[in-house]
């Protein structure tokens, strides 16, 4: 993890969820798994389910626990403050190796997200619907630097899909900005950013909406 | 219709207010006779519409006494704050705002009159005549 300042103006954000929770969620969700399993099928059965159940899991989370025995968590560099409707800000992702490791140049692949959660009751039931209403694309070049590998991405921030930032008890719209990076020796797990968007009508975009 | 809610405009953006005059016309003569309207409490109210449960918060408020005739006419500024949703019209929610005046009636249930208005983003104005998204057109 790099020591240099920040430029002022920006804050650096951690990715949401951890490899660490899920572990400690398998930790505790197995052993009961494990009773109720021996209790309606049997030692042998059970063996047989936990293999099976062990193979799917370590397919599924190999690129994690591969790329977490080799890289640190990565972050972000945002802004302070929310971004404007309409804008078209920079980002900065960062990710250090745990050992001193040769970057080549490579490819990050950043995804904008947009979405909608609103949570309803029925009789005692609580349902979360979600609904991605705006997806932009974007990608940037990442090099290695003596504070690892580093990558600028551009985002575009919709007037016209999404709404800014929202919490309220059961609706909810949030942005996320989804990375991964393809490259070789290059760890191929993705993350998630929260971002914030404000409502607030960025000025570049309004003026070419009055211009037009 | 006793009552009247004039706005100066129906579009309003965060961080500023909404500005008009609220008129009543008075139902009795104040002196042989009082009205049974007391007061009028003007309300600004956020709500949603949609899949999910319904959130309803009130944004902000003025009180308003009345004549003993029960005439009003007095200007009003309801403050829309910098943190406030905007309207919005989602693909799962809608975020409406309303504008109500309910007058407490004497021994009687409440008169209400509401107003549908707009809360736009920062920079706006001019910009919107619909609750965001903008249509990809600019309007």
Same mark, same amino acid.
């Given at each position: 993890?790099?020591?240099? =300042? ?5 804050? /650096? ?42 193979? /799917? ?41 745990? %050992? ?46 003596? $504070? ?23 609706? $909810?719209?949030?942005?996320?900005? $989804? ?23 960025? =000025? ?9 | ?65 009345? $004549?003993?005739?029960?005439? /009003? ?20 929610? %809608? ?9 407490? /009636? ?34």
């Amino acid at each position: 993890m790099t020591n240099a =300042p920040l430029p002022p103006g920006t804050v /650096l954000r951690d990715p949401i969820g951890s490899l660490g929770k899920r572990l400690l969620g398998f930790g505790i969700s197995a052993p009961i798994t494990v009773v109720l399993s021996v209790a309606f099928f049997g030692v042998r059965w059970t063996i047989v389910l936990a293999l099976v159940a062990g193979g /799917l899991l370590a397919m599924i989370a190999k690129d994690s626990l591969l790329a977490s025995l080799r890289w640190n968590r990565p972050t972000m560099q945002l802004s302070s403050t929310p971004y404007p409707l309409g804008s078209v800000p920079i980002v900065v992702y960062r990710r250090t190796p745990k %050992r001193v490791l040769d970057i080549a140049s490579c490819t990050v692949e950043c995804l904008l997200v947009c979405e909608e959660r609103a949570t309803y009751t029925r009789g005692t039931d609580t349902t979360t619907d979600t609904r991605r209403v705006y997806e932009s694309q974007s990608s940037g070049v990442g090099e290695g630097t003596a $504070e690892g590998l580093v990558a600028e991405i551009e985002l575009n921030v919709s007037a016209h899909m999404g709404a800014p930032s929202l919490k309220l008890p059961s609706n $909810e719209v949030v942005w996320f900005v $989804e990375v991964g990076i393809s490259g070789p020796q290059l760890p191929r797990d993705t993350h998630r950013f929260i971002i914030d968007v404000a409502a607030v009508l960025d =000025p570049t975009y309004r003026a070419g909406v009055q211009d037009s | 219709m006793t009552m009247g809610l004039e706005l100066d405009d129906l579009v309003c953006p965060v961080g500023y207010q909404f500005t008009g005059r609220l008129i009543r016309r008075a139902d009795a003569d104040g002196v042989s006779q009082t009205s049974k309207a007391r007061a009028v409490r003007l309300v600004l109210r956020v709500y949603t519409e949609g899949r999910g449960d319904v959130d309803k918060r009130d944004v902000s408020s003025s009180n308003f006494d009345l $004549e003993p005739h029960g005439g /009003l006419n007095a200007g009003f500024s309801l403050a829309v704050p910098q943190t406030s949703p905007i309207s919005y019209d989602g693909s799962l929610m %809608r975020i409406r705002y309303e504008i109500e005046a309910r007058v407490d /009636l004497k021994l009687a249930r409440d008169d209400r009159y509401s107003r549908q208005v707009l809360v736009v983003p920062e920079g706006g104005m001019g910009v919107y005549d619909r609750p965001h998204p903008l249509p990809l057109r600019p309007v």
